[in-house]
């Protein structure tokens, strides 16, 4: 009786010194993930919702017409932005010093004139917004909005290295603001609905990581496209007879 009871003595005091129940307390964690946050945020003023990556000029044409022809369209533009975008955002985030120079090779190699007036856009778009938004921050430095043409993907590489966010997270949330423009479009274009849209999405994430990861490692030298055709129908948009997205 006495051993047991010693037991249970010594199992309180030892309860009594574990840590408290976690309450949802994060005051200690980076600030980092709320940055994150809000620049995922579709409140974000980078003026994404105006476009739709092509989509809507592939819809009138009558080739995505159902759920699974977006998924597929999908696909192939991620596969596109991997092989055509991602390293010149890596590129970008690796060396902030030599935007300009990324910027100009983002110009040449984006011959086609919508998809090249799209990404100047967004470009410019996304960097007003850091610079008025985080201009209390000394990470934002000056080299960082010195861009002829301002490209969204190189753009957004340098921003994001210059305000702390980490590289593969970079390199997810530029995937992660594709995948959204072009559901959120999808369901502008009524070719799904909201539910569905975001079941898509969370299906489609996993196959973005690996897209992300297998072509994180290509370098500028790299760069290409791989789905001329998509391009073709990207170039479509400004002969659309009527249309809700710039590009």
């Not at 690796?94 to 990404?119: G, Y």
């Not at 430095?141 to 861009?147: E, N, V």
């Not at 921003?159 to 949330?173: D, V």
Request: proline share 5%.
């Amino acid at each position: 009786m006495a051993a047991a009871r010693k037991a249970r003595l010594g199992a309180r005091r030892l309860v009594s010194r574990r840590k408290p129940p976690d309450t949802g307390d994060r005051r200690n964690e980076p600030v980092a993930d709320w940055l994150v946050w809000q620049l995922m945020d579709s409140a974000f003023p980078t003026g994404g919702f105006a476009h739709s990556q092509g989509l809507e000029a592939v819809w009138q044409h009558g080739e995505v017409r159902n759920r699974i022809e977006l998924v597929s369209f999908a696909e192939t533009g991620m596969h596109q932005l991997g092989h055509s975008a991602q390293p010149l955002v890596m590129a970008a985030f690796d060396e902030p010093k030599r935007l300009p120079e990324f910027d100009h090779l983002c110009e040449v190699f984006t011959t086609n004139h919508v998809t090249n007036r799209a990404s100047r856009a967004q470009g410019r778009a996304f960097l007003t917004a850091v610079e008025r938004i985080f201009a209390h921050d000394t990470r934002c430095l000056p080299d960082a909005l010195t861009a002829p043409c301002a490209h969204f993907a190189p753009v957004f590489g340098a921003c994001l290295r210059h305000l702390g966010i980490p590289r593969r997270t970079a390199s997810r949330m530029f995937f992660c603001n594709y995948l959204r423009s072009v559901l959120a479009a999808a369901v502008r274009l009524n070719i799904v609905g909201p539910m569905e849209a975001q079941i898509l999405q969370q299906r489609l994430a996993g196959q973005a990581e690996e897209i992300l990861i297998r072509c994180e490692s290509l370098s500028l030298a790299d760069l290409t496209q791989t789905s001329p055709l998509l391009d073709l129908w990207q170039g479509a948009q400004d002969r659309l007879y009527s249309r809700l997205f710039q590009s």
